[in-house]
């Protein structure tokens, strides 16, 4: 069974305050790209790799995969184990947003029986995660995603104009709600409206994983849906949820935590801990 794994890796490190793409900021010496394609690659599970880049950072792209290869290579050599397969991997120019990056990667990756969408901000996701997507789809499912439960409270969250809230009565409206006279000096704020029952939440991680014809068809109808609704498009925020949409059941596997989304400073001294910890345990 061929699978292959499409890599957005076009997204702004702006929140993590590096000029670059996320993709290319580095943990540990290496790239986010680099620890991406180290892992499905160890993996197994990958036929096809398909890089979707900003094109001004194409070339760099390309020269991360052959820096890639050669690392593997020369650890597999040192420690005399076999590759089990060679896997082609390729650079194509991205998108302007996921979804085009998405289609780009689509576009090169020519036929295959699975395909998984892998964001290189969570580049130390662990190859068991491939493993169990990959077999979830060829098992049967048409879409499959790794989650982790919630563990965090949440609640909706309801954006109102300042006059809308009553402040405790003993108090002077000092507590940022304002009152009838100065509501126009004042934003709006939000106001917590009821929580959600997280037994039956989930975080969703990647790589998500499809048959090829499922998600084509999710994303021929996203790009009809922008074309006849325009602005009024509803959000794409992964390829799962266009999936959904279609009305095709997302099957959940189990996630893992360190497969954390690397989007703020915090989650990149986290990255580096983890990532030193592996390094160091390898080396033992």
């Known amino acids: ?40 690659i160890s993996s197994g599970v990958a036929t096809t790799i398909v890089v979707a880049a900003p094109e001004e950072f194409l070339l760099l792209a390309r020269a991360e995969i052959a820096e890639v290869v050669r690392r593997l290579s020369v650890n597999a050599q040192s420690q005399e184990i076999a590759q089990s397969r060679d896997v082609e991997i390729i650079a194509v120019v991205g998108g302007a947003d996921r979804v085009a990056s998405v289609d780009a990667g689509l576009a090169a990756a ?6 998984l969408v892998h964001d290189a901000a969570r580049a130390l996701t662990p190859p068991d995660v491939f493993c169990r997507v990959v077999a979830a789809v060829s098992s ?17 969250a309801e954006t109102v104009r300042p006059t809308d809230v009553s402040a405790p009565a003993e108090t002077d409206g000092s507590l940022g709600v304002g009152t009838s006279d100065d509501h ?6 939000e106001v917590l409206r009821g929580d959600l029952d997280r037994a039956s939440l989930r975080r969703v991680q990647t790589p998500q994983g499809f048959a090829l014809a499922i998600l084509r068809r999710a994303h021929e109808a996203y790009r009809e849906e922008v074309r006849t609704r325009g602005e009024g498009a509803r959000e794409a925020t992964d390829d799962a949820g266009l999936v959904e949409r279609l009305g095709v059941d997302v099957v959940a596997v189990d996630g893992d935590e360190e497969a954390l989304k690397i ?15 592996r390094s160091r345990t390898q080396s033992q």
């Open 140 to 156: 049967g499912a048409e879409a499959v995603v790794p989650v982790l439960p919630m563990i965090d409270t949440v609640r909706w």
């Open 184 to 189: 126009d000096s004042r934003t709006d704020c």
């Open 1 to 40: 069974m061929s699978t292959c794994v499409i890599v957005p890796a076009a997204g702004s490190g702006t929140r993590l305050g590096h000029p670059e793409p996320k993709a290319f900021v580095s943990v540990d010496g290496r790239t986010l790209l680099a620890h991406s394609l180290e892992a499905i």
């Open 110 to 115: 020519g036929e295959h029986d699975v395909v």
């Open 263 to 277: 989007t703020y400073p915090l989650d990149l001294v986290l990255a580096e801990h983890i990532a030193r910890e």
